[in-house]
């Protein structure tokens, strides 16, 4: 069995603004489980990266460990890529970030990966608006080792084995709303539509943005019990804000569902167009976006969609003041400035 992509391609394959086709942001063929949520996940980043007419070359990708982790193998191939240790991703992330602040960071985690072995890292990376996208593939198991509850796991859930979980479930969106990050968004790997734009969204904000992706463990944690199914999941979904990505270059109009549609600008000029689930809810609003999702958690919704967004706040480069220019491309005249300006430094901190 082969595991590579057949070259060939229909020649009339559209092409983006700098003259690529889909295939060259795709990756090998997956190894996972067939049905598994995070195949469409990876399904939807090359979707994104593809429509943002982003160079390959300009992206870094990196993981932890664990079947989400796994998953970048299996697109972006022509990327740059690190596979870290387990929940450690951010560390190396932030390294990476500040080293050369010119690429692009995805960081693909998963539910163990973040919310128990990496829960410390993450809430550090959330605090320090690190420039990111950062998508936890969360199916409230640990597929790479037969099943077990993780930390996402919800209280009376049951597992394939027929255990109930005891345990309260550590809700990422919740986490992150009260630990101050910028953006915030939820969604399930089987909506496309709704995905990729939030994606775009992610990758334009200038900062820490965090997608929570339901992602059904199709081995291990789709069964009738689970609230991680597929079943499961479109039974009790509802969309809080549904988001189209607008470039400023580009002028898109948005079919709203229901309710009023609210531009909200990013850093970098791009906007989004949000068509919300009720006319009053303000996405821009902290602590609004913590009480409606509260609210649609005691009722078992699952709100999905830009759940918050913050589109004034300075990023970890602009916290630190650091330079524009990526570290990597310093000389040494800037790097070792000499004795004299050391001196200065030293003298500042009297």
């Not at 809430?123 to 950062?134: G, I, K, T």
């Not at 089987?190 to 709704?194: P, S």
């Not at 821009?284 to 009480?291: C, E, G, L, Q």
């Not at 970890?316 to 000389?331: A, Q, S, W």
């Given at each position: 069995?082969?595991?590579f992509?057949?070259?060939?391609?229909h020649?009339?394959?559209?092409k983006?603004e700098?003259?690529?086709?889909?295939?060259a942001?795709?990756?090998?063929?997956?190894?996972l489980?067939?049905?598994?949520g995070?195949?469409?996940?990876?399904?939807?980043?090359v979707q994104?990266?593809?429509?943002l007419?982003i160079?390959?070359?300009?992206?870094?990708?990196?993981?932890?460990?664990?079947?989400?982790s796994?998953?970048?193998s299996?697109?972006?191939?022509?990327?740059h890529?690190?596979?870290?240790?387990?929940?450690?991703?951010?560390s190396?992330?932030?390294?990476?970030?500040?080293?050369?602040?010119?690429?692009?960071?995805?960081g693909?985690s998963?539910?163990?990966?973040?919310?128990?072995?990496?829960?410390?890292?993450f809430?550090?990376?959330?605090?320090?608006?690190?420039?990111?996208?950062?998508v936890?593939e969360?199916?409230?198991?640990?597929?790479?080792?037969?099943?077990q509850?993780?930390?996402?796991?919800?209280?009376?859930?049951k597992?394939?084995?027929?255990?109930?979980?005891?345990?309260e479930?550590i809700?990422?969106?919740?986490?992150?709303?009260?630990?101050?990050?910028?953006?915030?968004?939820?969604?399930?790997s089987?909506?496309?539509?709704?995905l990729?734009?939030?994606?775009?969204?992610?990758?334009?904000?200038?900062?820490?943005?965090?997608?929570?992706?339901?992602?059904p463990c199709?081995?291990?944690?789709?069964?009738?019990?689970?609230?991680?199914s597929y079943?499961?999941?479109?039974?009790h979904?509802e969309?809080?804000a549904?988001?189209?990505?607008?470039?400023?270059?580009?002028?898109i109009?948005?079919?709203?569902?229901?309710?009023?549609?609210r531009?909200?600008?990013?850093?970098?000029?791009?906007?989004?167009?949000?068509?919300?689930?009720?006319?009053e809810?303000?996405p821009?609003?902290?602590?609004?976006?913590?009480?409606t999702?509260?609210?649609?958690?005691?009722?078992?919704?699952?709100?999905?969609?830009?759940?918050y967004?913050?589109?004034?706040?300075?990023d970890?480069?602009?916290?630190?003041?650091?330079?524009?220019?990526?570290?990597?491309?310093?000389?040494k005249?800037?790097?070792?400035?000499?004795?004299?300006?050391?001196?200065?430094?030293?003298?500042?901190?009297?």
């Open positions: 069995m082969s595991y992509r057949p070259p060939l391609r020649p009339n394959e559209p983006n700098v003259g690529l086709t889909a295939q942001y795709e990756g090998p063929i997956s190894t489980c067939a049905g598994c995070h195949d469409s996940i990876s399904a939807a980043i994104t990266m593809w429509g007419s160079p390959p070359h300009r992206i870094a990708k990196l993981s932890g460990i664990g079947c989400s796994k998953s970048p299996y697109f972006l191939a022509q990327s890529g690190f596979n870290s240790v387990h929940g450690r991703m951010p190396v992330m932030t390294g990476a970030n500040i080293s050369n602040n010119d690429l692009h960071y995805i693909i998963g539910d163990g990966d973040t919310a128990s072995i990496g829960m410390g890292q809430a550090h990376v959330v605090r320090r608006n690190l420039n990111m996208m950062y936890v969360n199916n409230g198991c640990y597929g790479l080792t037969k099943g509850d993780s930390a996402t796991a919800d209280e009376g859930s597992s394939k084995k027929g255990r109930i979980n005891p345990f479930a809700d990422l969106v919740a986490l992150a709303l009260d630990l101050g990050a910028t953006f915030v968004a939820r969604s399930f089987g909506d496309k539509d709704q990729v734009p939030l994606m775009k969204a992610a990758m334009s904000h200038k900062g820490f943005a965090l997608i929570d992706v339901v992602s199709v081995t291990f944690n789709n069964h009738p019990g689970s609230t991680k079943d499961y999941t479109r039974q979904v969309a809080g549904v988001v189209d990505f607008v470039p400023m270059e580009q002028e109009t948005l079919d709203q569902i229901q309710g009023s549609t531009k909200v600008d990013l850093h970098n000029g791009d906007s989004v167009q949000l068509s919300k689930l009720a006319a809810y303000d821009t609003d902290r602590n609004v976006a913590m009480r999702l509260m609210e649609h958690k005691a009722e078992d919704k699952l709100l999905t969609g830009l759940i967004i913050d589109p004034e706040a300075e970890f480069h602009k916290m630190l003041n650091l330079t524009d220019t990526p570290l990597n491309e310093l000389g005249s800037e790097l070792c400035p000499g004795s004299d300006a050391l001196q200065s430094v030293n003298q500042a901190l009297r």
